[in-house]
């Protein structure tokens, strides 16, 4: 499997967690955050959640 499909499929893994369980989400997201693994973040959730937060404040 090469680089870009891996990463294709981590992202999308990333997602479906979103779906299932937020906490496992949140914790697994910050975690690649601090690896720098950007690539691989749930981005549009990620947003979605900031942007929600930002409202509710």
């Known amino acids: 499997m090469d680089t ?3 990463t ?4 999308l893994a990333a997602s479906a967690l979103y779906e299932v369980d937020f906490y496992q989400w949140a914790f697994h997201n910050a975690d690649l955050l601090r ?21 509710n404040n």
């Open 4 to 6: 870009l499909t891996q």
């Open 8 to 11: 294709h499929d981590d992202t």
């Open 35 to 55: 690896q720098g693994r950007f690539a691989e973040i749930d981005l549009e959730n990620i947003v979605e959640e900031l942007e929600s937060m930002a409202r």
